[in-house]
């Protein structure tokens, strides 16, 4: 059973920064994919990023391409997302889960954190 824990979020004013933390209990994490997704108010939840157990492949939502960022330190057991030039539209709860497999589709994510909000204000 792999426990997640994220930090990190809070209020931002837009064009700001966060960097979001996702720690696992696991000491295999090494071998978990890991994303991040986020959830607005009366909106599905959505992919944001991605990254794979190694470290070595990354896929991002559009939207956030060359403003978010994600890595991972598999000696700490925590994958993070840096957040730069952040917008009201970012405003959600972000939420990091762990799978077996490199960009599974959302249902395959066996493990989730409980989440964590950003707010960002215009």
């Known amino acids: 059973q792999v426990q997640l824990v994220e930090s990190g979020g809070g209020l931002v004013q837009a064009g700001g920064s966060l960097r979001l933390s996702c720690a696992a209990s696991e000491r295999t994490f090494s071998s978990y994919a890991v994303a991040w997704f986020r959830q607005a108010p009366g909106k599905e939840r959505e992919f944001v990023a991605t990254?794979?157990?190694?470290?070595?492949?990354?896929y991002y939502l559009d939207s956030v391409k060359g403003r978010f960022t994600i890595s991972r330190d598999n000696a700490k057991n925590t994958v993070y997302l840096q957040m730069n030039s952040l917008k009201p539209e970012d405003t959600a709860v972000y939420y990091c889960?762990?799978?077996?497999?490199?960009?599974?589709?959302?249902?395959?994510?066996?493990?989730w954190g409980q989440g964590t909000q950003v707010t960002v204000s215009s």
């Open positions: 889960a762990a799978s077996r497999y490199y960009r599974s589709s959302m249902s395959d994510y066996a493990y």
């Open positions: 990254i794979s157990g190694s470290g070595g492949m990354l």
